[in-house]
């Protein structure tokens, strides 16, 4: 029993092999000329044509997050004004919907996209899951680095797009600050007027002094109006490996192991055709399916 199985397995592979011999030319020619294809495709093209070429890089913008003086900073708390800049900053660069919107003035990738119903969807496909957009801490206190993955040529446009979001933050904390450091100075010269006309001025010399460190600061800071973000010289750029000859041994042996499936099926076809009986059993079941 056990040599019956034996050579029915070995007849099996024989007849294998025999197809696979029988159509050696079509599967190594045909493997032959994929492999010349895919030469001329991801080598020969890219150089002959600069549009073909697909060659990315990963630029990284440091950014420098500048705080506000510990007194002002302390004094805005104590009114319940949140002040930690480096929030506004990451926030904004994980905000899918603001993300989605500036990259329409910026498209930094290849990719376009022309429909707004499910163009956020697109965004987080092409940009945050694949990891083309990140910030992440530069490791030096007060500093970030926000990463984009893209095309050679788009440099110049994701350059705009990191400087147009920090613009619009930049815009937007100054914005509250107007409206919070005023507030915080008319506080801070009654908080001193009162005390200083009290008859316990000697005991509060500490507070008092605090609150004319606290003014003297805030004149200064309204003299600089300086931005909270800023972008640190011009970003830092890598070439992305392209795998070429990896992409080549995979066409290779895509075509390879194609073209051996379809010696096989060209081998059924053959025999069913040389089969009455199985001839006719595909005939009536392609005849039941209609």
């Known amino acids: 029993m056990e040599k019956i199985e034996q050579n029915e397995e070995e007849i099996s592979l024989i007849d294998l092999l025999a197809v696979i011999i029988k159509y050696r030319k079509m599967i ?23 549009s073909f070429d697909n060659k990315e890089i990963i630029a990284t913008y440091t950014v ?28 904004s660069f994980i905000n899918l919907p603001f993300i989605a919107s500036e990259y329409k003035k910026f498209p930094f990738t290849k ?27 530069a490791g030096i206190t007060n500093y970030y680095d926000v990463t984009l993955r893209m095309p050679i040529e788009k440099l110049d446009t994701g350059t705009d797009f990191v400087k ?5 933050d930049n815009e937007s904390v100054l914005t509250v600050l107007a409206e919070t450091i005023p507030l ?3 506080n801070t010269k009654e908080s001193l007027d009162k005390i200083e006309k009290s008859t316990a001025q000697v005991n509060d010399f500490y507070t008092i002094q605090n609150l004319r460190d606290l003014l003297k600061d805030i004149e200064i800071y309204k003299e ?17 490996a392209q795998g070429r000859l ?8 895509a075509a390879f192991f194609l073209l051996v499936f379809l010696a096989f099926a060209r081998n059924t076809v053959q025999n069913v055709k040389a089969d ?9 079941a392609w005849n039941s399916g209609k």
């Open 246 to 253: 990896k992409k080549l041994i995979i066409v290779v042996f």
């Open 184 to 186: 915080l100075e008319s």
């Open 164 to 168: 147009e979001i920090l613009s619009i």
């Open 64 to 91: 420098k997050v500048t705080p506000l003086p510990g007194n002002i900073s302390s004094g805005l708390a104590a009114l319940g004004i949140n002040n930690n800049f480096e929030n506004v900053l990451t926030s």
């Open 28 to 50: 190594i020619f045909g493997t032959i000329a994929a492999g010349i294809i895919g030469i001329v495709a991801i080598f020969v093209m890219p150089k002959l044509f600069p």
């Open 276 to 284: 009455p009986e199985a001839s006719k059993i595909i005939s009536d």
């Open 111 to 137: 990719k376009s996209f022309t429909s707004d119903v499910f163009f956020s969807n697109s965004i987080v496909e092409e940009i945050v899951k694949s990891k083309k957009l990140q910030i992440v801490p």
């Open 224 to 240: 600089k109006n300086i931005n909270i973000f800023e972008l640190e010289n011009e970003p830092f750029v890598l070439s992305v």
